[in-house]
């Protein structure tokens, strides 16, 4: 029946082109430029595409604050606020009102000024938060407003209407809607184009990314109300960046997110190391891009941080024992990444994309992981009570208690069905229900934990733009562009003062946007042309001349993104251990030390990258098409997700067998145990034995593809 409707559709939209006005290629251009409401793609297009992939994730991760930055840089030639500015004005300016409230409340005797105080302290500071976040939210708005009158209109003019007189395609409040936290956007294309661009694509089929996509869009109210639920701007971020980046050249958006540093200011020391086969420390270091030495110093802080916290206030929950596992949590990572990379793959890939890969992975795909791992666990939860709360359960108060607790479940994959969460409502409820829990917990295990840890680490991978992973003609053209010399004046940057090269579309003059109206060629291809044949600006850019390199082969650079997407992995699974041995476990220094033991001896997250980069070595380097996002993820997901299934069963088994006046129990649950570290033992030899298989052929697949062509650059 789908297949049926699918080509019924097609049918229908090629009868209604068919039948069309003989202006009909006119009218598609036009939509091209015109039908998402001044943008040439929906504002439900995110994951759509895989070349605007990186763009994406960058809109959705630390509430899009990369992304927007990013956009706002390449549209006004103005760097952002520094990241000291922003953590003083978002940060710790309401801390240090709300403690001041908090030493109001202890130390003011009078009750009445003490509630007069500490309410009006409260009160600034969650007006202080909620202000931030519209002030944010202004700034998101005019950057769109800006970016669609650029586009319609050209520079500022004498000639440009009023504002009250612009025709935006967009209305004012559809722009608030689209960057609010919350916000109901309109939808922005027809059923009319729909079945234009089904049949011009000919086929509506995607990656898998794709098509959740789709359908989390068509759950947001898309297919019933024509309103597309916005959450923080996000894919409002991601449409204005596609924009801009059709636009915009390539070779002047090869720059480091954060910083902007262009990387041909910094990869040509890389390039040096790598054809002298330099091995010293101390030389890589110095090639480091400005963005690794800040990752580098912030790292330092935190560690000098931690050691007066645990020196001088020692906390009962962070004392010198647990400073010397949090060094060894982080020792543990860095350890495999010195023979993952630095022993036998340094000159492969840079020092520096290590760096980048491996903060990617701790800072900005766990959170990532940890949002949409929480949303998914509140779904199953209510699934999980609704259904207890609806089948006939039949339980015997042991002194725990046999009422319904609304905390009872806790689907998070840490503690899934353990002895300590479980009492006795759940115990009866898996004893006559078994297959009920083993599904809840085969979808915890394979679509909570593995898939969207497995899928956030790929996106971490993709996210990051390094110039190890660049072509020699993409190097030479990032080259000729050159780099700009900035002002040091960061009130400079605030006032829009810009890049010297003028690589936004400051420097597009009028003339060249009234070509936009021309039939020979849509609007958009116009507007890119204008922006690639934009001149310098007047003031001078310093031109670079990159140093020879030897030549790269398919096997170092598929050494290169197995190094890059293990960092990540890395990255991921300290932020993790960190997680699970400080905020999990609230037990004694000896039980925090098991927990870095076992984590460390079974390392899941970075075998599952190593296996995904097999896959996508295969789409990238070996050109296959069939390769998508699916056929990448699958083998990961299903080592993953086999091996947390198989502990949680067990758990949840351990739980079942488990009686409280039994004195056999301490033997059962070292049974248990036994069977979990074997379980463990065989799943990670299992994953190893794959990837050293797929490797094996993989590199003599590579060997024949060296004497073919050349490297030519991994996609985005």
């Not at 184009?193 to 898998?208: F, P, R, V, Y």
């Not at 894919?235 to 041909?264: H, K, M, W």
């Not at 994309?353 to 939860?381: D, H, R």
């Not at 083993?438 to 996210?463: P, R």
């Amino acid at each position: 029946m789908s297949f049926l409707s699918k080509s019924r559709r097609k049918e229908d939209a090629a009868e209604k082109l068919h039948h069309s006005s003989p202006n009909s290629s006119q009218r598609r251009s036009e939509r091209n430029e015109r039908s998402f409401k001044g943008f040439h793609t929906s504002i439900t297009s995110i994951f759509k595409d895989q070349s605007s992939t990186r763009v994406d994730c960058c809109s959705i991760s630390c509430c899009g604050i990369f992304q927007y930055d990013y956009n706002r840089y390449l549209l006004h030639n103005a760097r952002p606020p520094t990241w000291k500015n922003r953590f003083i004005q978002h940060v710790c300016i309401p801390i240090v009102i709300f403690c001041l409230a908090g030493a109001a409340a202890v130390h003011i005797s009078d009750p009445t000024i003490n509630t007069i105080l500490c309410t009006t302290l409260l009160f600034i500071s969650i007006f202080w938060i909620i202000g931030g976040c519209l002030q944010s939210t202004y700034k998101r708005v005019s950057l769109r407003r800006a970016f669609l009158k650029k586009k319609r209109y050209g520079p500022p003019s004498d000639s440009e209407p009023s504002f009250d007189d612009m025709d935006l395609d967009q209305t004012n409040r559809e722009m608030y809607c689209s960057h609010f936290v919350c916000g109901c956007y309109p939808t922005d294309f027809s059923k009319e184009e729909s079945d234009d661009d089904l049949l011009e694509n000919g086929s509506d089929k995607g990656d898998l990314c794709a098509c959740l996509s789709r359908a989390f869009a068509a759950a947001c109210c898309g297919k019933f109300c024509s309103l597309q639920l916005q959450f923080f701007g996000a894919c409002a971020l991601a449409q204005e960046g596609r924009e801009i980046n059709s636009i915009i050249p390539l070779e002047r958006r090869r720059f480091d997110y954060i910083t902007f540093q262009p990387f041909v200011a910094y990869f040509n020391q890389i390039r040096t190391l790598r054809l002298e086969k330099n091995g010293k420390l101390w030389d890589h270091y110095a090639a480091l891009s400005k963005l690794s030495r800040i990752l580098l110093k912030t790292l330092g802080s935190v560690i000098v941080l931690l050691l007066v916290v645990a020196g001088v206030f020692s906390p009962q929950r962070f004392q010198w024992g647990n400073m010397v596992v949090f060094l060894a949590t982080l020792l543990q990572a860095f350890l495999v990444l010195y023979f993952v990379h630095w022993y036998w793959n340094r000159f492969d890939i840079s020092l520096d994309a290590v760096i980048k890969y491996f903060a990617c992975g701790f800072a900005i795909t766990t959170t990532t992981a940890i949002f949409f791992e929480l949303a998914e666990s509140i779904s199953l939860q209510i699934l999980a009570k609704t259904i207890m709360k609806l089948l006939p359960l039949e339980v015997e108060n042991d002194g725990y208690g046999a009422g319904f607790d609304v905390s009872f479940f806790d689907f998070s994959p840490h503690n899934m069905y353990t002895a300590d969460s479980a009492g006795d409502y759940k115990r009866a409820f898996s004893k006559q229900y078994p297959w009920i829990s083993v599904i809840f917990l085969f979808i915890s295990a394979y679509c909570i934990a593995a898939m969207v840890e497995e899928m956030c680490k790929y996106f971490g991978f993709k996210m990051i733009d390094h110039p190890d992973f660049m072509s020699e003609h993409e190097l030479q053209k990032a080259a000729s562009h050159g780099i700009p010399q900035w002002d040091e004046d960061e009130d400079r940057f605030e006032m829009g003062g810009g890049m010297e090269c003028g690589s936004g579309l400051e420097g597009i003059n009028s003339e060249e946007y009234e070509s936009y109206d021309t039939d020979d060629a849509p609007p958009q291809q116009s507007l890119q042309s204008a922006a690639k044949d934009q001149p310098p600006s007047s003031l001078a850019c310093t031109s670079v001349q990159l140093s020879d390199a030897p030549p790269r082969t398919n096997e170092s650079i598929a050494s290169s993104i197995t190094v890059a997407m293990v960092s990540v992995a890395l990255g991921f699974a300290c932020c993790e251990n960190l997680i699970y041995i400080f905020v999990y476990n609230d037990s004694s220094l000896s039980m925090e030390v098991s927990v870095l033991i076992t984590r460390s001896l079974f390392p899941v997250h970075p075998l599952c990258a190593a296996i995904q980069s097999i896959g996508v070595c295969k789409q990238q380097l070996e050109n296959n098409k069939s390769i998508g996002l699916g056929r990448i993820l699958l083998p990961a997901i299903l080592l993953h997700g086999s091996y947390d299934f198989a502990i949680m069963l067990l758990n949840l088994l351990a739980t079942l067998n488990t009686n409280d006046d039994d004195d056999d129990d301490a033997s059962g649950a070292i049974i248990y145990s036994i069977l979990s570290l074997g379980l463990m033992v065989a799943f990670v030899m299992a994953g190893i034995w794959y990837y050293i298989w797929q490797s094996y052929k993989q590199v003599q697949r590579l060997q024949q593809l060296n004497i073919s062509r050349n490297f030519v650059g991994v996609r985005a």
